[in-house]
Nanobody, 124 residues
């Protein structure tokens, strides 16, 4: 089992930056590919970014890849999503997830463990 705890959401203005963190406990964090998903208001959960278990590969949703960056620190059992140049359409509940199907896994069903969501609200 892996327990994931998400932190860092909040209310920001358009153009601001925010950093989300996801800290894992339980089984070996470094064996998992990690990802961030989000659920926009009234929409299904969607893929945002992922990072391989080794940390050497990343994969992004096209609409965010220039503005967002995913990273991991295995010494701290943490994966981070740095979000820059935020737009109102980035307003969503953000979730982290752990899985073993590779960095290009983008479906919610590809991931086994999930953290609780954190709300990010971007005002215009």
């Amino acid at each position: 089992q892996v327990q994931l705890v998400v932190s860092g959401g909040g209310l920001v203005q358009a153009g601001d930056s925010i950093r989300l963190s996801c800290t894992a406990s339980g089984e070996t964090f470094s064996t998992y590919d990690m990802a961030w998903f989000r659920r926009l208001p009234g929409k299904a959960r969607e893929f945002v970014a992922s990072i391989s278990s080794s940390g050497d590969r990343t994969f992004y949703y096209d609409l965010v890849k220039v503005r967002f960056a995913i990273s991991r620190d295995d010494a701290k059992n943490t994966v981070t999503l740095q979000m820059n140049s935020l737009k109102p359409e980035d307003t969503a509940v953000y979730y982290c997830a752990a899985g073993t199907l590779g960095v290009y896994a983008w479906r919610t069903t590809d991931y086994t463990f999930w953290g609780q969501g954190t709300q990010v609200t971007v005002s215009s």
